[in-house]
């Protein structure tokens, strides 16, 4: 049962997270931010975690409290879902072509959350989206997951297909690190028998 549901309401936004480690990437996502519900579509779709996420923010103000909080939530239903990680691979990473962008995504479910972002967007926006909050976004789920993440742009000069590769990329650094390693049972992935 590697599923999860968490619910965080505070006085700039109520968020619901339902998530399941072992779906087909189906997805189901309404934040009030257009190009945010579509990243998100993109980490579901390649993680092949089925997910759903209802987000209600202070928009009025800007959309920074509910990507944030709504990484922060995601985050929580991950690590929610993986319970104390017995047989996953742990470790994940990719390196994501998507056209002039090449991003590379590496990730440890150690539970020392820890980002290192080394990318450069060329625009402040993309459409009426603050780039800045991209990073802001995997900095929670980073965080609030309990998850070692590197996120690399190697090339790229379009803010959108950047960002668009980060997500898948990080996506599929998700999927092989939560998957059932066949090789190990039900042993907890570390020397120190805990994560």
Not at 1 to 13: D, L
Not at 139 to 157: K, S
Request: proline content about 3%; some cysteine; aromatic content about 6%.
């Amino acid at each position: 049962m590697r599923k999860a549901e968490v619910s965080r309401s505070t006085a700039e936004t109520k968020i619901e997270v339902a998530l399941d480690l072992d779906g087909t990437g189906s997805y189901d996502m309404k934040t009030g931010v257009g190009f945010f519900d579509h990243m998100l579509d993109q980490l579901a779709r390649h993680s092949l975690i089925d997910m759903v996420v209802r987000a209600e923010g202070d928009l009025h103000i800007d959309d920074h409290h509910t990507v944030e909080d709504t990484g922060i939530a995601i985050g929580q239903a991950l690590a929610k879902a993986l319970g104390d990680k017995r047989g996953i691979r742990r470790y994940g990473s990719c390196l994501l072509p998507m056209d002039d962008a090449l991003v590379r995504a590496a990730l440890d479910l150690s539970a020392r959350p820890f980002l290192v972002w080394k990318v450069d967007l060329p625009t402040e926006k993309i459409g009426s989206f603050d780039c800045e909050l991209v990073r802001e976004f995997f900095q929670a789920l980073a965080t609030h997951g309990g998850i070692t993440l590197h996120i690399e742009a190697i090339d790229g000069v379009n803010s959108h297909h950047i960002v668009e590769a980060a997500f898948k990329a990080v996506a599929r650094a998700l999927r092989e690190a939560v998957e059932p390693d066949p090789r190990k049972g039900d042993a907890i992935p570390s020397t120190k028998g805990a994560l």
